[in-house]
């Protein structure tokens, strides 16, 4: 298994300075995914450093020197991240057994092979919550870029919601060639199946199909994140939002927005997910600071 290096720093397996409070702690389970998918360094021809997952790197630790060190009143939050290899779920009933000792929520983030597996995660480990990523908002390139049929996930999502309600969230990456009318028309249907939704901002990673891919500009995902807080807070539809002919957002309902809050990371309660997207000399895409609604 794997920490990622600001847990890592945490707890003592790394040197490190953290500029701002790791209330969750990030593990990662398996390696090189069955999947091709073109931004991950994870990904089955992907020729990234075996230890990074986004830009971050996730030193190696074994099951039983994790026991040894993890100290569960440093954090609100576990977030186990799984990466689909051919060991996947054994990997990941063998940590989720030890953490079932535990009193903290856990998230896992997981694309399932089917509805019995998120069951048997809420069922029978008693997950606080599941994440299962989306990431490409846009039906045609779904298949292109993440591989599959989009409405498989996307009915895998729904379901999963309908038998465990606020409870299941899914991501989705800014950046990717989707549109801006894509990434809002997901927002609003995941809103109606009480689905939460997290945001992310591609991110070139060197070994990877698309390590030559610009991310967005910075102005850009600002714009998405402030559709989704208003999405989130207020009872608002499509024909709130007006789009060119390109599908660009070209004006945001007129209602009370926090641009703080909006500005923050987005996920589970108690995420921060630090310098997923940037690197620490750069203003952040996501303010490493939990949001007001999660705590």
């Known amino acids: ?3 990622s290096y600001a847990t890592a720093v945490e707890l003592g397996l790394k040197k490190g300075k953290i500029d701002f409070p790791n209330y969750t702690a990030y593990l990662m389970i398996g390696e090189k995914c069955l999947f ?14 075996a230890d990074l997952l986004s830009r971050i790197k996730w030193p190696e630790i074994s099951l039983e020197t994790f026991k ?18 051919l060991d996947y779920w054994n990997e990941l009933n063998e940590l989720l057994s030890l953490l079932k000792e535990t009193e903290i929520p856990i998230s896992v983030s997981i694309r399932p092979r089917n509805i019995e597996e998120v069951r048997t995660l809420f069922k029978k480990y008693n997950v606080d919550r599941v994440g299962m990523a989306i990431d490409v908002a846009n039906k045609e390139l779904f298949s292109k870029i993440r591989g599959g049929r ?21 991501h989705i990456i800014v950046g990717l060639g989707e549109t801006d009318e894509n990434i809002i028309e997901f927002l609003l249907k995941m809103k109606k199946f009480k689905i939460l939704v997290s945001l992310f901002s591609f991110t070139p990673i060197k070994g990877t199909r698309f390590e030559n891919l610009l991310p967005p500009s910075l102005s850009r995902y600002r714009k998405i994140q402030i559709a ?22 070209q004006k945001l309902p007129e209602v009370k927005v926090d641009m ?4 923050k990371t ?3 309660p108690w995420c921060t997910r630090p310098f997923y ?16 609604i999660n705590l």
Not at 283 to 291: A, H, M, Q, V
Request: hydrophobic share 30%; net charge negative; glycine share 2%.
């Open 68 to 85: 040894s060190i993890f100290i569960p009143t440093k954090f609100k939050r576990i977030c186990v991240q799984v990466v689909s290899s």
């Open 36 to 49: 091709n998918c073109a931004y991950c360094a994870q990904a089955r021809k992907a020729e990234s450093n």
């Open 150 to 170: 989009y409405e498989v996930y996307e009915n895998m999502l729904i379901n999963a919601s309908n038998d465990f309600p606020n409870r299941i969230t899914t």
């Open 266 to 268: 987005s996920g589970c």
């Open 228 to 249: 989704r807080e208003i999405i989130l807070q207020h009872d608002v539809e499509k024909t709130d939002f007006l789009f060119d002919s390109n599908g660009n957002l």
């Open 277 to 292: 997207n940037e690197k620490p000399t750069e203003e952040p895409y996501n303010i490493p600071i939990p949001r007001h």
């Open 1 to 3: 298994m794997r920490l």
């Open 260 to 263: 703080e809050e909006a500005k």
